[in-house]
């Protein structure tokens, strides 16, 4: 089946595309919406000018378009958008996200197409590890939940930072994947990937109790097999 992938830069967004990629699905495009404000309800806004050479970091060709991050508009925007591409279904990576997956599902009942969701309902914990089996290399990029601290911006998922969720989950009730918005991700490397990204200079910008890492510059670099 053709599909086209929603994608973020993300852990999520990027584990969805690799299991797919792994079921056999011909992905003909990765899809981006860049959001015009901070607080959209359903794109990412930290770093999605970065989505070129994410694109290009995997291989596949990027469709991205603009919405101005408004309730539901936005929602109108991504249909309009995926209504150009000559695929048959739409794949998203919710795992908890109600509120995602049933516009991805609206929109997908209007276009006539498939939704797959391959996370959703998983194990967030479990999530986590096969980020860390898969070896993919993820920071945190934004945080915007009690209990989170600017030293996390820029901070590596590994084992710690695991463990580390788990006890902010524990104790402030914090998503572990981050699905309530309380912090994004960028993953710089993967196995699949066909060249990595390396941060060359990033700033963060903390505000009361929430920030996020702006990446300033970046370059793909080839990859040693």
């Not at 408004?70 to 795992?95: S, T």
């Amino acid at each position: 089946m053709r599909v086209a992938v929603l994608a973020t830069g993300g852990k999520d967004s990027t584990l969805a595309l690799y299991r797919v990629m792994r079921r056999g699905y011909e992905v003909k495009c990765l899809v981006s919406m860049i959001p015009q404000r901070e607080d959209s309800w359903m794109f990412h806004y930290p770093n999605m000018r970065l989505m070129d050479l994410f694109a290009e970091a995997v291989g596949l060709p990027l469709v991205k378009g603009e919405t101005s991050g408004v309730k539901e508009v936005e929602v109108e925007d991504l249909k309009r958008l995926v209504a150009r591409l000559d695929v048959e279904g739409l794949v998203c990576g919710a795992i908890a996200s109600a509120y995602q997956k049933t516009r991805v599902e609206q929109i997908c009942k209007q276009l006539n197409l498939e939704c797959v969701f391959p996370l959703w309902q998983e194990d967030q914990r479990k999530i986590l590890e096969e980020i860390l089996d898969l070896k993919f290399e993820v920071i945190i990029t934004g945080v915007y939940a009690y209990g989170f601290s600017k030293e996390w911006l820029g901070r590596k998922i590994d084992v710690g930072a695991v463990k580390a969720l788990i006890e902010l989950n524990k104790r402030f009730g914090v998503s572990l994947v981050g699905e309530g918005g309380e912090y994004e991700s960028l993953v710089l490397d993967a196995p699949f990937f066909r060249k990595k990204l390396k941060i060359v200079e990033a700033e963060k910008l903390w505000k009361g109790q929430s920030g996020y890492l702006l990446i300033r510059k970046v370059k793909l670099e080839d990859k040693t097999r």
